[in-house]
């Protein structure tokens, strides 16, 4: 079946939910995996779909996101395919910022005047999947539907956060809610099969992936010029003005990574003997920027479950359910146990790592880590002791903030010799 496919990716807002990871980066741009980005995700699942005209919106925090793309994804002279970025601007008919995630979509539509499609796919630009988007393009073309909503099955506490649906037997979506309260939720139960309904997931959400005819976002863009949302605004016009409106159910592994707790669980279940969300998938490969890196070089260390990124060099004792991203350095005895680190953008000269007066980039000797994420260019000292833990309190400091128990030590913090954060080091088995 051919399909003219246009995709739109969105870049996403502030992000504070995943602050301070998102201090100096869209989210988007956040690390993941070691070596690859949250944007790779969804640009990924395009290619291996064979939609290859792919733009990005971004607005917030975005350069390290459009450097990252551009170093990225470039194709051949000989194909038609692209990955662009539309920043938010100014122009004579709109002079403010994307205002939600269909004014983003609205605003950036004249510039798919002199391409030729017939749907539009728009996807988030922060969450973990791996879809074949062909199979939902079918699917919206087979139900001759105007709009498609991917939907997955979630539990009660979950469904709070996301827009939830009512299907009725043809597929088609009759009622729709964004973000309903707990008191609302008895009301939206849904029919699901008998795996999610025993995992007390009774709730169909919006996954927040979209297929529009071209025709029939045009149409809902020109009557309802306000709006600036799809969930919240223009999803339940077009069910209320008889639009056909279709479920696409998907039963595969989907995250959505908006807060540390999320990001962290995300990034250390990668570490599974058989993770939900599949690296090593040859049919859904997952693209980066090729950097070139020499292999990571390993000195004694204890390496249990756990990931190890390219151009490391790894002195410690033990590292252990954890995730080592790129250029990352770690000291002697040093013991890490369910911890990220996202790695480093550049190596240290032998002349600066020769003078004694300049912190080394990286991890020290003695150090003790443990339920933590250490973002990128951070110089921590030796016998320093980093331990998360629910008991702990969210807090913040310049250099480092608590989240949900976790410690997150901010990009290019320097910690000094030493230093003790969060809970006291688990004292050593006899």
């Known amino acids: 079946m051919s399909v003219k496919m246009i ?35 969804p640009i990924s699942n ?15 925090n975005s350069a390290s996101l459009n450097q990252h793309i551009k170093n990225t994804y470039n194709f051949d002279i000989f194909s038609s395919g692209f990955v662009d970025i539309l920043a938010a601007e100014q122009t004579r008919t709109s002079d403010s910022w994307f205002q939600g995630t269909a004014d983003a979509v609205k605003q950036c539509m004249w510039h798919l005047r002199k391409l030729d499609f ?42 709070t956060g996301f827009g939830i649906m009512k299907v009725n037997k043809a597929g088609y979506i009759e009622n729709f809610v964004e973000k309903p309260k707990t008191k609302e939720l008895k009301n939206w139960k849904s029919e699901v099969g008998p795996a999610f309904k025993k995992k007390g997931k009774d709730y169909l959400a ?8 071209k025709s029939a976002l045009s149409k809902l863009f020109d009557k309802n010029p306000e709006s600036i949302d799809f969930g919240k605004q223009i999803i339940p016009h077009a069910i209320q003005s008889g639009y056909k409106v279709a479920s696409y159910p998907y039963d595969g592994y989907w995250e959505d990574i908006g807060t540390i707790k999320s990001y962290f669980k995300a990034n250390l279940e990668l570490n599974n003997d058989v993770p939900d969300f599949n690296l090593f998938d040859r049919e859904s490969p997952v693209y980066t920027n090729p950097r070139m890196l020499a292999p990571s070089k ?25 995730l080592i991203g790129i250029r ?7 013991i890490l146990k369910k911890v990220i680190v996202i790695g480093n953008d550049s190596y ?7 003078n004694k007066k300049n912190p080394i980039m990286g991890i020290g000797a003695g150090c003790y880590i443990e339920n933590a994420i250490i973002d990128k260019d951070v110089y921590i000292d030796s016998n320093v002791s980093i331990v998360g833990g629910i008991k702990l309190k969210d807090d913040e400091t310049d250099e480092y903030v608590i989240r949900q128990g976790i410690v997150v030590v901010k990009k290019g913090a320097i910690i000094k010799k030493n230093s003790k954060i969060g809970l006291p080091k688990p004292k050593k088995k006899k």
């Not at 779909?49 to 733009?55: A, M, V, W």
């Not at 939902?136 to 539907?145: C, Q, T, V």
């Open 7 to 41: 995709c739109m990716i969105l870049g996403g807002g502030e992000g504070s939910r995943l602050y301070p990871l998102t201090e100096k980066r869209s989210k988007p741009a956040v690390p993941l995996g070691g070596k690859y980005r949250l944007i790779d995700i």
């Open 348 to 354: 240290q000269t032998l002349e600066e790592l020769s």
């Open 298 to 322: 390993i000195f004694g260390t204890t390496l249990k479950k756990s990931i190890l990124s390219d151009g490391c060099i790894v002195h410690a004792d033990l590292i252990e359910n954890s």
């Open 118 to 159: 017939d749907l539009i796919l728009i996807l988030s630009g922060d969450q973990l999947y791996q879809m074949k988007l062909e199979k939902f393009a079918e699917y919206h073309i087979n139900s001759n539907a105007d709009l498609t909503i991917a939907t997955i099955p979630v539990v009660a506490k979950d469904a």
């Open 328 to 334: 990352s350095r770690i000291g002697k005895k040093s």
């Open 46 to 60: 395009c290619i291996n779909s064979g939609f290859n005209k792919i733009f990005v919106l971004t607005q917030f």
């Open 206 to 213: 919006s996954m927040g992936i979209y297929i529009f005819n």
